[in-house]
T-cell receptor, first 109, second 113 residues
Framework: GQNIDQPTEMTATEGAIVQINCTYQ??????LFWYQQHAGEAPTFLSY??LDGLEEKGRFSSFLSRSKGYSYLLLKELQMKDSASYLC??????????WGAGTKLIIKP | TAGITQAPTSQILAAGRSMTLRCTQD?????MYWYRQDLGLGLRLIHY???????GKGEVPDGYSVSRANTDDFPLTLASAVPSQTSVYFC????????????FGPGTRLTVL
């Protein structure tokens, strides 16, 4: 079957760095997406990886290892506004997104 | 540019009643999706449409139907609502440029009593 695993909740301190991991098993692979979702709002696109390695976008970076079925989202210089859920999703062979349950990130001052 | 709009924002519905959730996009995206999001679960695909005139079933299609008469609109209908359909419903669309990320509407919070 298809499965996306990520931690349910993480806590970090303002100004610090946090890494949110995602492991996946899917039928086919056409890229891995990270989305941010603030409470009560819609998910918004953060990053995309289709090749192995690190993609950097400002304070956010995302890493992919296709052989290990593994990705992480790295958030640097954490701000209070980064408190949100972070959703990992894999695009399968039918170009549909398979979603993890999301990681709720709590930022403490 | 509005992007994707959904209506209503929220609704309380009596079990057994029917309801249509509306979704409209102005980005001329071919692919559109309906998801439900429940606490502790990931987004689950209900139905999708790869282009106007075609639809397909997702992971949890039972109790729901969709139509895609044109590119912009993708309504979701609950024929006879049940309490297990209480959820937040998101409509999304996907373009063909860039990585093909999905863009989401603001969601409809539906409570079935």
């Amino acid at each position: 079957g298809q499965n996306i695993d990520q931690p349910t909740e993480m806590t970090a301190t303002e100004g610090a760095i946090v890494q949110i991991n995602c492991t996946y098993q899917t039928s086919g692979f056409n890229g891995l997406f990270w989305y941010q979702q603030h409470a009560g709002e819609a998910p918004t696109f953060l990053s995309y990886n289709v090749l192995d390695g690190l993609e950097e976008k400002g304070r956010f970076s995302s890493f992919l290892s296709r052989s290990k079925g593994y990705s992480y989202l790295l958030l640097k210089e954490l701000q209070m506004k980064d408190s949100a859920s972070y959703l990992c999703a894999v695009m399968d062979s039918n170009y549909q997104l398979i979603w993890g349950a999301g990681t709720k990130l709590i930022i403490k001052p | 540019t509005a992007g994707i709009t959904q209506a209503p924002t929220s609704q309380i519905l009596a079990a057994g009643r029917s309801m249509t959730l509306r979704c409209t996009q102005d980005m001329r995206h071919n692919a559109m999706y309906w998801y439900r999001q429940d606490l502790g679960l990931g987004l689950r695909l209900i139905h999708y449409s790869n282009t106007a005139g075609t639809t397909g079933k997702g992971e949890v299609p039972d109790g729901y139907s969709v139509s895609r008469a044109n590119t912009d609109d993708f309504p979701l209908t609950l024929a006879s609502a049940v309490p297990s359909q209480t959820s937040v419903y998101f409509c999304a669309s996907r373009g063909t440029s860039g990585p093909g990320e999905q863009f989401f509407g603001p969601g409809t919070r539906l409570t079935v009593l």
